[in-house]
Nanobody
Framework: EVQFAESGGGLVQAGGSLRLSCAAS????????IGWFRQAPGKEREGVSC????????YYAGSVKGRFTIFSDKAKNTVYLQMNSLKPEDTAVYYC?????????????WGHGTQVTVSS
């Protein structure tokens, strides 16, 4: 069973930073792609970022490119999302997700989510 341990959400002022972490385990396949989706109140879920464990390729939504950085610590099986220059529109529940690749049927698995609130 795939399990996620997400942490790092909270309340921050606009312009501030937060770092989300996701420790994922229980995969039946090697080198999962792990990333983050988010869902703001009244809006659909959207992909934020993804990292491929096989070659460390990274992907970002246009709205966060240049402000967010995804990276992994393979020794800890943990993926991080460093979020800088946060804006009120970044307020959402952030879900750690995983799949075979950062595309196609991705994601296959979802974490429970962590709240990020950015005040103006």
């Amino acid at each position: 069973e795939v399990q996620f341990a997400e942490s790092g959400g909270g309340l921050v002022q606009a312009g501030g930073s937060l770092r989300l972490s996701c420790a994922a385990s229980g995969f039946t396949f090697d080198d999962p792609a792990i990333g983050w989706f988010r869902q703001a109140p009244g809006k659909e879920r959207e992909g934020v970022s993804c990292i491929s464990s096989s070659d460390d390729s990274t992907y970002y939504a246009g709205s966060v490119k240049g402000r967010f950085t995804i990276f992994s610590d393979k020794a800890k099986n943990t993926v991080y999302l460093q979020m800088n220059s946060l804006k009120p529109e970044d307020t959402a529940v952030y879900y750690c997700v995983a799949g075979l690749y950062c595309s196609g049927s991705y994601p296959l698995y979802w974490g429970h989510g962590t709240q990020v609130t950015v005040s103006s």
